[in-house]
């Protein structure tokens, strides 16, 4: 693989949880639940549209009431913005993983001219090793986008991306190519992203989580990342949408027993990250942002900002690390914390219970 520094495409900035020094930090990955299965049509996504300037912009007319604008309120009080694309017209959104992860509040506003200016959001599930996350919106009446096919996609294949990049205060778009098929990056925090699109069209931070459409508006990909190094241009990533779909159905999942024990969670990778929670700087682990009244963890008495550095004696560095350790447990197991925080380390023990359907509180 290149030797390219990758950065996620987000606009977040958060008090306390970082990807790296000089990188914004990033939002929550303490949420998994479950919900009723998404169906889709998948059609090929060759064919009918000319690229043609009066077709694109219709093209981009349809599409635009289905991609949203994710706007985020983190641990000590950052905010922030990525993009989302409805799935369903029922309130099913999909996102990316490091748009909502260490999140405390998710706003969605749409562009549909139906709907209120914003509506509340709720992140239903996450599978961060795969940079994909899931919100639900009080809603029954949204425009879900049509579902293409990332696999006929060909090198020069005409794309879109659109999405609420660097908070410009409206949806962007932008045009290219399929530059590159089947690609693998290493964003950060432990995550391995493979079978990705690459694209010419313009990706920025804030564009994570919107979608890449063909010429006909049909999403191919979730626009995840970018290169950031002197010496590449024009060089974004998308997740291809026959591998998220597979994703996205295994988090809604009505019967997985995903656990949690009653906290959000953001990464602590940084030097810069450590020092702002008051920790040496060499510490590394994921912070709690947020203790939910009722759970395990605030029986266990956690409060926001302590740093969890390991799970039953295995070291925890980021919240993909975070959530491989309690995938391996089933609702009932207790496990251990090492916890740090200011005042120095100690160990708590708390009981994992099943993820509730809604947030407590």
């Not at 950052?78 to 706003?107: A, K, P, Q, W």
């Not at 295995?314 to 914390?337: C, F, M």
Request: hydrophobic share 40%; proline share 5%; aromatic share 2%.
């Amino acid at each position: 693989m290149s030797r390219l520094l990758l950065t996620l495409a987000a606009l977040i900035v958060v008090g306390g949880c970082s990807l790296g020094d000089g990188e914004e930090a990033q939002a929550p990955s303490a949420t998994t639940t479950a919900a009723a299965t998404v169906t889709v049509t998948q059609v090929e996504s060759t064919g009918d549209a000319s690229g043609a300037p009066d077709a694109v912009a219709d093209m981009i007319e349809r599409v635009l009431p289905s991609v949203v604008n994710v706007r985020t309120i983190s641990f000590g009080g950052g905010s922030g913005e990525g993009s989302g694309i409805v799935l369903d017209r029922t309130g099913i959104i999909v996102t990316n993983n490091h748009v909502v992860e260490g999140t405390t509040r998710v706003n969605v506003a749409f562009n549909d001219g139906r709907m209120p200016r914003t509506l509340r959001g709720e992140v239903i599930g996450v599978a961060p090793e795969r940079d994909l996350a899931v919100i639900r919106v009080a809603a029954t009446d949204l425009r879900p986008i049509r579902i293409g096919m990332s696999s006929t996609l060909r090198l020069g294949d005409g794309v879109v991306a659109i999405g609420f990049p660097l908070g410009l205060g409206g949806p962007t778009v932008t045009q290219g190519i399929v530059s590159g098929l089947d690609r693998t990056v290493e964003p950060g925090g432990g995550v391995r992203l493979r079978g990705l699109l690459q694209t010419d069209a313009a990706i920025n931070r804030g564009n994570s989580g919107g979608p890449l459409v063909d010429l006909a508006g049909r999403l191919v990909g979730i626009n995840t990342a970018v290169a950031r190094d002197m010496d590449a241009q024009n060089i974004g990533f998308a997740i291809a949408i026959e591998e998220a779909l597979s994703v996205i159905e295994e988090i809604r999942r009505p019967n997985a027993a995903r656990v949690w024990f009653g906290v959000a969670v953001g990464s602590v990778e940084s030097d810069a990250a450590a020092v702002r929670l008051g920790l040496d700087p060499s510490v590394r682990g994921v912070v709690v942002s947020a203790v939910y009244d009722g759970q395990p963890g605030a029986r266990a008495e956690l409060v926001a900002g302590d740093v969890i550095v390991r799970i039953d004696g295995r070291p925890v560095r980021s919240t993909a690390a975070y959530e491989k350790e309690l995938s391996r447990h089933d609702p009932g197991d207790r496990i251990e914390l090492e916890l740090v925080d200011s005042a120095g380390p100690r160990l708590v023990t708390v009981e994992l219970v099943r993820r509730p359907s809604s947030l407590p509180g």
